[in-house]
Nanobody, 122 residues
Framework: QVQLIESGGGLVQVGGSLRLSCAASGRTFSSDVMGWYRQAPGKERELVAFISAGDDTYYADSVKGRFAISRDNAENTVYLQMNSLKPDDSAVYYC????????????????WGQGTQVTVSS
């Protein structure tokens, strides 16, 4: 298990951008799949994007073309660049780490961050 600490959330207007960061502690970061989930009030937590140890990426259809996930193994940090934000993107965003993945899912998640709030105002 690793400790994950998110930052970068906040209030932004429609069409604006934010970059979320997730700093990880632990020896397994470079071999872990790292991803971002989000949860809006009254809704289930949903996968937004993930990046494998080999830099393969997955994006939910709702964010494809607008969000970009990246990782810096030297800094043990994963990023989520969010552009062209919409009100529907408002949610608490959680960083997650897993050992495995399928083409469209993270498998065996072993660590979660505490979450960072993103609010997009219209």
């Amino acid at each position: 298990q690793v400790q994950l600490i998110e930052s970068g959330g906040g209030l932004v207007q429609v069409g604006g951008s934010l970059r979320l960061s997730c700093a990880a502690s632990g020896r397994t970061f470079s071999s872990d799949v790292m991803g971002w989930y989000r949860q809006a009030p009254g809704k289930e937590r949903e996968l937004v994007a993930f990046i494998s140890a080999g830099d393969d990426t997955y994006y939910a259809d709702s964010v494809k073309g607008r969000f970009a996930i990246s990782r810096d193994n030297a800094e043990n940090t994963v990023y989520l660049q969010m552009n062209s934000l919409k009100p529907d993107d408002s949610a608490v965003y959680y960083c997650a780490a897993s050992r495995y993945r399928t083409p469209r899912a993270m498998v065996a998640i072993h660590s979660w961050g505490q979450g960072t709030q993103v609010t997009v105002s219209s």
